[in-house]
């Protein structure tokens, strides 16, 4: 029964035999569409009908067809049997004119019933993305750049925190719960399995000769490692004092916002620092428009004193420097609107 059903509605791969997708309505055997139609009008019903703007979501816009042609073709063979009937009344009572035009009637409902049933499902366009032109598939903007060009590497660990999603007592938030040891560990994995490398001392080689010219790193080499502190990017997001104020002037961020993690950043420095050698002093980090504030901070300058910590304020005396602004402009597209009375933005 299983592989039956896996190949009356499924698309298989030839070789492999697994499941690579749903079959078309218009691939489905004939007698299952109106199977398929059934459930996609109840399906439709009961998301849509307790909200209304469901009905823009991919699925329901799929689901939407499929079940008005299910209705197209009840009301056909229902038209039809009902006409047939007829038609066999006026039969009986000799009314053969009367009987032909019913058959007629019963003969064009079960053709509206098959033709509704062969049509393919897709679902419609929004009206506001009609008119875009999708760029090509496989012929991407720009030129990549790197060792690995346009390789993107994930790595996942469970078991890397222990927070459960809610907590924010004192030494029990997010920041606080992330295990530093399995975070060296996602890095490392990223690291090889970026370069094609079984050690992160090989991989970082091959990042530099590719970016050297052929050259390994070398000595005084500078480094700018720029994160997004985007839960405290603006200057209401901290006291006097670099502590993290939470609430409506930092843009509603709770304890429960998620932001970097400072033990991911520690075992980005500890690979520059301990594994390629770079002296701390050479490196900077950090987001010219936001705060290291003392709940990140206080995680990463005591095992980096040396690092320089950019952000926007650099108050003296916080071991915070401030980014500096250059006479390279920065242009924006946004309606003028938008831009009016706005500061000019700088690299």
Wanted: charged content about 15%; proline content about 6%; aromatic content about 10%.
């Amino acid at each position: 029964m299983r592989e039956w059903m896996k190949q009356q509605f499924f698309k298989t791969c030839p070789k492999s035999g697994r499941v690579v997708g749903l079959k078309r309505a218009d691939q489905l055997p004939a007698l299952l569409l109106p199977l398929v139609g059934l459930i996609a009008l109840l399906w439709y019903v009961v998301r849509v009908v307790p909200k209304p703007s469901r009905a823009a979501y991919p699925c329901q816009q799929v689901a939407r067809p499929l079940a008005g042609s299910f209705l197209v073709w009840m009301f056909g063979i229902t038209g039809a049997t009902l006409a047939f009937r007829h038609a066999g009344a006026r039969l009986r009572q000799a009314r053969y004119l009367s009987a032909g035009l019913a058959v007629l009637v019963g003969i064009a409902g079960v053709s509206w019933a098959v033709l509704s049933a062969g049509g393919p499902a897709q679902a419609a366009p929004r009206a506001e993305t009609v008119a875009y032109t999708p760029h090509p598939a496989n012929q991407p903007i720009g030129v990549a750049k790197g060792l690995m060009p346009g390789r993107v590497v994930w790595t996942h660990d469970p078991q890397v925190t222990t927070w459960d999603g809610s907590t924010t007592s004192v030494n029990n938030r997010w920041y606080d719960k992330v295990d530093q040891g399995r975070a060296n560990e996602l890095v490392s994995t990223a690291l090889n399995g970026y370069a094609d490398t079984t050690s992160t001392g090989a991989a970082w080689d091959a990042i530099f000769r590719n970016f050297n010219d052929g050259a390994p790193y070398q000595p005084g080499e500078k480094f700018f490692i720029k994160v997004n502190l985007t839960t405290s990017n603006s200057d209401g997001c901290a006291d006097a004092n670099y502590n993290w104020t939470i609430g409506s002037s930092c843009g509603g961020v709770s304890w429960t916002s998620i932001g970097n993690s400072p033990q991911l950043i520690n075992a980005l420095l500890d690979q520059l620092v301990n594994v390629v050698g770079v002296n701390p002093a050479d490196i900077s980090i950090g987001d010219p428009t936001g705060l290291w504030v003392n709940e990140l901070y206080n995680k990463i300058r005591p095992n980096f004193p040396d690092v320089v910590f950019l952000d926007a304020r650099g108050t003296a005396g916080s071991g915070r420097t401030a980014a500096a602004r250059s006479n390279v402009r920065l242009y924006w597209s946004a309606p003028a609107g938008e831009t009016s009375g706005k500061k000019l933005d700088y690299v």
